[in-house]
């Protein structure tokens, strides 16, 4: 059939499985827009309040469902308004197409007006990008977009469209949605090895990051934990892997991870590594990490082994690929001794543990935990407030814990809420500090405007937290622009978008409150009232090592 560009561009996403696109229009995306009114009973679009919210909500939508989620932007400062949430999503591994208007093709390189060259600025960040200088180009790019963005180690891809390709017509013959790259596993040699390694160790301790959620590697983990007696960690990109209270699990490690858990890592003689980074965060000073470990590192991109720390055994493959060829090397074992100090870093970890009274971080995270269920998606801005859901939130199923990792980005969370709820069809929750959700708090228009069920835990400290917690430790309490001293009342703010919302100062009113929130139509938020001296503990110093951890306030 013979199409337009702009028409070739929404059939090929309603061909890829594409339900649901975010965006903002404009100029050089006009003829797209246009298509998306004559195809809305097939492919939906949220109008968000800016670009950013716009891409936040695509990533939290494709971190929720595993599917890669769709952003449309005209050109200009519409595509470099992608730019943060473009690098969100590359940092985390999230599969991503952003598609974005240009001015048409004999005006490029003019300097004409709203033209950027949105692929060179994002090169660094994209999995791959695309400029489509040709009509009879644009569904085979498109197909070939999302196949890398879900192939491998996903990512965001990026396809950039003059606008005279989405005037022009060609012929358009709809096809298979595409699949994945067949996974592989890690070469015999590889695997083998890493197995003479692992059935030797004495003190096993197993890491997995959010690599062991895109391959579906959990239970042939489990099995591997059972089979050599292995407690299990997680980067923060990891959380929802496994479910929160299972027996083996201790929680996040790192800077501010469970204390058992970072103890356990640092004691381990093998440090088992599926689909995580050893970035600066998990390791702190590198050359005190776990100085008596072995490190057998699983991990899809190659890219990763042996990057910041020295891999005993390096294993490229697809987790599930590899754990499947692994698990008939490994032999049966106990480690009584080694289990015994693992009981003895939980008690010490309990023995320090927040049992404060009253509306403190921990007590109000409890609260709500008792209001989800296990299919509720709970997204995180970046900040003090990021830690204490990261430590606390109970997680009961994969892809229900949804937070900026490797990029940090604050104002992240409520387009991601909104994206979540989107591709998950559940009401969604978004833990979030004032600092944070300042940044990016427009879009709470979006969510009143599609009538999105998502409820705001606003953590209302007053300050910019995580900084001043550092100026607090590091800088003798030289408390420079981090008390925000906003006279902001969040709740009239809501009201006045069109959201409802209260304030909460006690336990017992924070109970009320999210009784009322979660029985809301619509987006509820709530101002939870904590001290600005709350500290998120325990805290590796940055560079320092465990020998430095604090665990409470004056160490």
């Known amino acids: 059939?013979?199409?337009?560009?702009?028409?070739?561009?929404?059939?090929?996403?309603?061909?890829?499985?594409?339900?649901?696109?975010?965006?903002?229009?404009?100029?050089?995306?006009?003829?797209?827009?246009?298509?998306?009114?004559?195809?809305?009973?097939?492919?939906?679009?949220?109008?968000?309040?800016?670009?950013?919210?716009?891409?936040?909500?695509?990533?939290?939508?494709?971190?929720?469902?595993?599917?890669?989620?769709?952003?449309?932007?005209?050109?200009?400062?519409?595509?470099?308004?992608?730019?943060?949430?473009?690098?969100?999503?590359?940092?985390?591994?999230?599969?991503?197409?952003?598609?974005?208007?240009?001015?048409?093709?004999?005006?490029?390189?003019?300097?004409?007006?709203?033209?950027?060259?949105?692929?060179?600025?994002?090169?660094?960040?994209?999995?791959?990008?695309?400029?489509?200088?040709?009509?009879?180009?644009?569904?085979?790019?498109?197909?070939?977009?999302?196949?890398?963005?879900?192939?491998?180690?996903?990512?965001?891809?990026?396809?950039?469209?003059?606008?005279?390709?989405?005037?022009?017509?060609?012929?358009?013959?709809?096809?298979?949605?595409?699949?994945?790259?067949?996974?592989?596993?890690?070469?015999?040699?590889r695997i083998s090895q890493a197995a003479e390694c692992i059935n030797e160790c004495e003190r096993p301790f197993i890491y997995f990051g959010g690599g062991l959620i895109t391959s579906g590697a959990k239970d042939e983990m489990l099995q591997l934990a059972d089979r050599i007696d292995a407690p299990l960690g997680c980067s923060m990109m990891g959380l929802s892997g496994v479910p929160t209270d299972h027996p083996r699990f201790l929680g996040m490690q790192g800077m501010h991870g469970h204390y058992a858990c970072s103890t356990a890592m640092h004691n381990a003689d093998c440090i088992i590594a599926l689909g995580a980074r050893f970035n600066d965060r998990v390791t702190g000073n590198r050359t005190k990490f776990a100085p008596k470990a072995k490190i057998v590192h699983i991990d899809v991109d190659g890219s990763e082994l042996s990057k910041n720390l020295s891999d005993a055994h390096g294993l490229r493959g697809d987790l599930k690929q590899t754990l499947l060829k692994l698990l008939p090397l490994i032999k049966e074992s106990k480690h009584p001794e080694w289990q015994t100090k693992i009981e003895g870093f939980k008690a010490v970890e309990l023995a320090n543990s927040d049992r404060r009274e009253g509306l403190t971080p921990k007590n109000a995270i409890m609260a709500l935990n008792r209001k989800l269920c296990p299919s509720t998606p709970v997204c995180t801005d970046v900040g003090q407030h990021q830690m204490w859901a990261a430590q606390y939130v109970n997680c009961k199923a994969p892809r229900r814990f949804i937070s900026s990792g490797g990029l940090g980005t604050m104002g992240f969370g409520l387009g991601a809420a909104i994206g979540a709820a989107y591709g998950t069809g559940e009401r969604s929750v978004l833990i979030t500090g004032d600092g944070s959700f300042g940044m990016c708090l427009n879009e709470l228009a979006t969510a009143v405007t599609y009538n999105v069920p998502v409820v705001i835990l606003l953590m209302n400290n007053g300050v910019l937290g995580m900084v001043r917690q550092w100026q607090t430790l590091f800088f003798d309490k030289h408390y420079s622009n981090t008390v925000l001293d906003r006279k902001t009342d969040f709740v009239s703010l809501a009201r006045a978008f069109g959201a409802e919302g209260e304030k909460a100062t006690t336990v017992e009113e924070l109970e009320k409150a999210l009784v009322n929130a979660f029985a809301a139509n619509g987006p509820y938020l709530i101002d939870c009232t904590i001290d600005k001296d709350e500290f998120v503990l325990p805290m590796l110093p940055p560079g320092g090592s465990m020998d430095d951890i604090i665990t409470k306030v004056g160490e």
């Open 1 to 189: 059939m013979l199409l337009s560009g702009a028409d070739i561009i929404v059939k090929t996403l309603i061909e890829q499985g594409c339900d649901v696109v975010f965006g903002y229009p404009g100029g050089q995306i006009i003829h797209v827009y246009d298509s998306l009114y004559k195809y809305s009973d097939e492919l939906q679009h949220v109008l968000t309040a800016h670009e950013q919210g716009a891409v936040h909500a695509a990533d939290g939508y494709a971190r929720s469902t595993g599917k890669p989620g769709v952003v449309f932007a005209t050109s200009g400062p519409g595509a470099t308004n992608l730019v943060t949430g473009i690098a969100t999503a590359f940092l985390d591994s999230v599969p991503l197409i952003a598609i974005t208007g240009n001015v048409p093709n004999h005006q490029i390189g003019t300097d004409s007006f709203q033209e950027i060259d949105i692929t060179g600025i994002t090169l660094p960040i994209t999995k791959h990008n695309y400029f489509v200088g040709s009509v009879e180009d644009l569904a085979d790019t498109i197909r070939e977009a999302f196949r890398l963005a879900i192939s491998g180690r996903p990512g965001p891809v990026l396809v950039d469209i003059p606008k005279d390709v989405q005037i022009a017509k060609c012929e358009y013959e709809p096809e298979e949605a595409v699949t994945p790259d067949e996974p592989f596993a890690a070469k015999e040699i």
